[in-house]
Protein backbone atom coordinates (compact mmCIF):
# COMPACT_ATOMS: atom_id res chain seq x y z
CA UNK A 1 0.00 0.00 0.00
CA UNK A 2 2.63 2.25 1.05
CA UNK A 3 4.73 1.31 -2.18
CA UNK A 4 1.29 2.41 -4.21
CA UNK A 5 1.41 5.69 -2.61
CA UNK A 6 4.90 6.30 -4.01
CA UNK A 7 3.88 5.03 -7.07
CA UNK A 8 1.15 8.14 -7.23
CA UNK A 9 4.02 10.42 -5.82
CA UNK A 10 6.24 9.76 -8.88
CA UNK A 11 3.43 9.84 -11.48
CA UNK A 12 2.63 13.55 -10.62
CA UNK A 13 6.12 14.32 -9.76
CA UNK A 14 6.63 13.73 -13.43
CA UNK A 15 3.50 15.89 -14.40
CA UNK A 16 5.10 18.60 -12.88
CA UNK A 17 8.53 18.23 -14.43
CA UNK A 18 10.72 15.10 -12.78
CA UNK A 19 13.30 13.95 -15.73
CA UNK A 20 13.32 17.72 -17.24
CA UNK A 21 16.16 20.37 -15.93
CA UNK A 22 15.03 22.93 -14.26
CA UNK A 23 15.56 25.51 -16.42
CA UNK A 24 12.67 24.69 -18.81
CA UNK A 25 9.73 24.46 -15.66
CA UNK A 26 7.16 27.17 -15.01
CA UNK A 27 7.47 28.55 -11.52
CA UNK A 28 4.09 26.51 -11.16
CA UNK A 29 5.31 23.36 -12.00
CA UNK A 30 8.73 23.74 -9.45
CA UNK A 31 5.83 24.23 -7.04
CA UNK A 32 4.02 20.89 -7.53
CA UNK A 33 7.55 19.22 -8.56
CA UNK A 34 9.00 20.48 -4.64
CA UNK A 35 5.06 19.62 -3.18
CA UNK A 36 4.89 16.04 -4.84
CA UNK A 37 8.71 15.69 -3.78
CA UNK A 38 7.48 16.42 0.15
CA UNK A 39 4.62 14.13 0.21
CA UNK A 40 7.10 11.26 -1.77
CA UNK A 41 10.16 11.89 0.98
CA UNK A 42 7.20 11.14 4.10
CA UNK A 43 6.14 7.96 2.15
CA UNK A 44 9.45 6.91 2.00
CA UNK A 45 10.46 7.72 5.53
CA UNK A 46 7.44 5.91 6.55
CA UNK A 47 7.89 2.81 3.89
CA UNK A 48 11.14 2.54 5.22
CA UNK A 49 9.76 2.17 8.84
CA UNK A 50 7.69 -0.31 7.72
CA UNK A 51 9.91 -2.57 6.23
CA UNK A 52 12.12 -2.64 9.46
CA UNK A 53 9.14 -3.76 11.85
CA UNK A 54 8.86 -6.46 9.07
CA UNK A 55 12.45 -7.29 9.33
CA UNK A 56 12.32 -7.12 12.90
CA UNK A 57 9.64 -9.20 13.19
CA UNK A 58 10.90 -11.77 10.89
CA UNK A 59 14.19 -11.83 13.25
CA UNK A 60 11.70 -11.99 16.51
CA UNK A 61 10.06 -15.40 14.75
CA UNK A 62 13.99 -16.41 14.42
CA UNK A 63 14.85 -15.82 17.87
CA UNK A 64 11.86 -15.71 19.81
CA UNK A 65 12.61 -19.52 21.43
CA UNK A 66 16.89 -19.15 21.41
CA UNK A 67 18.17 -16.20 22.55
CA UNK A 68 15.70 -14.59 25.07
CA UNK A 69 18.14 -11.66 25.58
CA UNK A 70 18.15 -10.42 21.85
CA UNK A 71 14.34 -10.22 21.83
CA UNK A 72 14.17 -7.70 24.29
CA UNK A 73 16.87 -5.71 22.49
CA UNK A 74 14.80 -6.26 19.12
CA UNK A 75 11.38 -4.50 20.71
CA UNK A 76 13.19 -1.85 22.35
CA UNK A 77 14.83 -0.78 18.76
CA UNK A 78 11.75 -1.44 17.11
CA UNK A 79 10.10 1.40 20.02
CA UNK A 80 12.97 3.25 18.84
CA UNK A 81 12.47 3.22 15.97
CA UNK A 82 8.52 3.73 15.61
CA UNK A 83 8.92 7.20 17.97
CA UNK A 84 12.10 8.42 15.28
CA UNK A 85 10.25 7.63 12.55
CA UNK A 86 6.90 9.90 14.09
CA UNK A 87 9.48 12.49 15.01
CA UNK A 88 10.78 12.90 11.84
CA UNK A 89 7.70 12.65 9.86
CA UNK A 90 6.15 15.03 12.15
CA UNK A 91 9.54 17.55 11.78
CA UNK A 92 9.10 17.36 7.95
CA UNK A 93 5.28 18.74 8.61
CA UNK A 94 5.74 21.69 11.35
CA UNK A 95 9.11 23.01 9.19
CA UNK A 96 7.22 25.70 7.40
CA UNK A 97 4.04 27.44 8.93
CA UNK A 98 2.04 27.79 6.46
CA UNK A 99 3.46 24.38 5.19
CA UNK A 100 3.33 25.52 1.26
CA UNK A 101 5.89 27.56 2.37
CA UNK A 102 8.09 24.92 1.53
CA UNK A 103 7.45 24.72 -1.97
CA UNK A 104 5.94 27.70 -2.87
CA UNK A 105 8.43 30.38 -2.97
CA UNK A 106 5.21 33.28 -3.61
CA UNK A 107 4.15 32.22 0.02
CA UNK A 108 5.95 33.39 3.07
CA UNK A 109 6.09 31.67 6.38
CA UNK A 110 8.07 31.28 9.06
CA UNK A 111 10.22 28.11 8.35
CA UNK A 112 13.44 26.71 10.79
CA UNK A 113 16.95 25.50 9.78
CA UNK A 114 17.12 22.74 7.40
CA UNK A 115 19.46 21.34 9.78
CA UNK A 116 17.12 20.70 12.02
CA UNK A 117 14.99 18.49 9.68
CA UNK A 118 18.72 16.96 8.80
CA UNK A 119 19.35 16.41 12.60
CA UNK A 120 16.23 14.40 13.12
CA UNK A 121 17.06 12.25 10.03
CA UNK A 122 20.07 11.41 10.80
CA UNK A 123 19.08 10.96 14.70
CA UNK A 124 16.34 8.53 12.96
CA UNK A 125 18.72 6.65 10.72
CA UNK A 126 21.00 6.39 13.35
CA UNK A 127 18.61 3.88 15.37
CA UNK A 128 18.37 2.12 12.00
CA UNK A 129 17.82 -1.98 12.27
CA UNK A 130 21.30 -2.63 10.19
CA UNK A 131 22.86 -3.02 13.59
CA UNK A 132 21.13 -6.46 14.03
CA UNK A 133 23.17 -8.76 12.07
CA UNK A 134 26.23 -7.58 13.86
CA UNK A 135 24.21 -8.50 16.98
CA UNK A 136 23.29 -11.55 15.73
CA UNK A 137 26.73 -13.05 14.02
CA UNK A 138 28.79 -12.24 17.22
CA UNK A 139 28.21 -15.50 19.05
CA UNK A 140 28.03 -17.91 16.06
CA UNK A 141 30.21 -20.54 15.34
CA UNK A 142 32.26 -19.71 11.90
CA UNK A 143 34.27 -22.82 10.02
CA UNK A 144 37.88 -21.71 10.06
CA UNK A 145 39.07 -21.87 6.99
Not at 22 to 28: A, F, S, V
Not at 104 to 124: D, L, W
Amino acid sequence: MVAFFGSICNVYQVANGLGRHITTLTPGEQSGFEKWTLIAEIQVIIGTCVTKMSVSIFILRILSRTRKNITYLVYALMVIVVVTTLALVITFLLQCRPLNAVYNPRVHGQCYSKHVVFGVAYGQGGWSLETFPTILAANLEQPSV
